[in-house]
């Protein structure tokens, strides 16, 4: 299964971008869809993950209230929307799979190219 990131864009702070994640093939119920940002000369961290069975999310603290995760299975395409950004939310986005629930690069599968999200201030 390969995932690819879609979407990015140079938008202002305080504007909105929706990023899509398409999955090559069906991604089973029990899997997770994971959203990751890189920032330049910075490491890879987790952004969000739904359960693509059940739709349970989970956001990390930076962008919790802000982003929402959601998906569209008969799509196989998974959903950011990012509001309120700000210019600490520059990077490039990557989604990937994983089996089971993690916040750590190392256990998602599937990556595609990132796509660019620049948010100027």
């Known amino acids: 299964v390969q995932l690819q990131a879609s979407g990015g864009g140079l938008v202002q702070a305080g504007g909105s971008l929706r990023l899509s994640c398409t999955a090559s093939?069906?991604?089973?119920?029990?899997?997770?869809m994971g959203w990751f940002r890189q920032a330049p000369g910075k490491e890879r961290e987790f952004v969000a993950a739904i359960r693509w069975g059940s739709g349970r999310t989970y956001y990390a603290d930076s962008v919790k209230d802000r982003f929402t995760i959601s998906k569209d299975n008969a799509k196989n395409t998974g959903y950011l929307q990012m509001d309120s950004l700000k210019p600490d939310d520059t990077a490039s986005y990557y989604c990937a799979f994983a089996t089971s629930y993690s916040t750590r690069e190392y256990d998602y599968k599937g990556w595609g190219q990132g796509t660019q999200v620049t948010v100027s201030s």
């Open positions: 093939t069906r991604l089973f119920s029990s899997s997770l």
